[in-house]
């Protein structure tokens, strides 16, 4: 049985995923210098998926793939300084779940890759600082549950998953949060 997922939520990459994620440190070494945050630390992605389960009566387990996306704008209010940033996430991993009637309830967990780009306009005094950083998380770790309502082979997939993916950020060297803790909710089709 194969899934096509396209879901939306919200992800706060503040919030460390419980148990295998810690607090970043990039954004509130910059607070330090620019001034408080003016927005939260909560993005928007774009989530798409496939799986491919292998079904054994009333349980199943099979394989995932997703294609996290988003971006994001931090300014502060002490000054104009300004940090852009745009994330892509590309997770793998394993996944099971129980056939019920009326709902189909599922746990996974894996791994992947996330690529990111920082551009920083930062101001001290009268100095402007320009810059452009790349980054890259090798090792990512998920995990999530959720369940989906099925409609025949359209339904609803409702998701919350915890991510650990932290970037190191080489002009200030702390290390800044792409992942955390989100919420999802979309349509499928299975077939």
């Avoid at 793939?65 to 300084?81: A, C, G, I, R």
Wanted: no cysteine; aromatic share 18%; net charge negative.
């Amino acid at each position: 049985m194969y899934y096509y997922a396209l879901q939306y939520g919200n992800q706060n990459t503040g919030s460390p995923a419980p148990g295998v994620g810690s607090k970043d440190s990039y954004l509130s070494t910059l607070e330090d210098k620019h001034g408080a945050l003016k927005e939260s630390r909560d993005v928007s992605p774009k989530v798409l998926s496939f799986d491919f389960y292998k079904t054994n009566g009333s349980f199943a387990s099979g394989f995932g793939l997703e294609v996290h996306s988003y971006s994001k704008s931090y300014s502060f209010k002490d000054d104009s300084s300004l940090v852009n940033l745009s994330a892509v996430g590309l997770l793998y991993g394993l996944n099971f779940y129980y056939r019920g009637d009326y709902w189909f309830p599922f746990i996974g967990f894996g791994t992947g890759n996330y690529s990111a780009k920082l551009q920083e306009q930062l101001i001290t005094g009268s100095n402007t600082t320009n810059g452009t950083v790349f980054g890259q998380v090798d090792d990512p770790f998920f995990y999530k549950l959720g369940v989906r309502i099925p409609f025949n082979e359209i339904g609803i997939v409702l998701t919350q998953q915890y991510i650990s993916a932290d970037i190191n950020v080489a002009t200030e060297d702390k290390p800044l949060s792409l992942g955390g803790t989100a919420s999802f909710i979309g349509l499928y089709y299975s077939f």
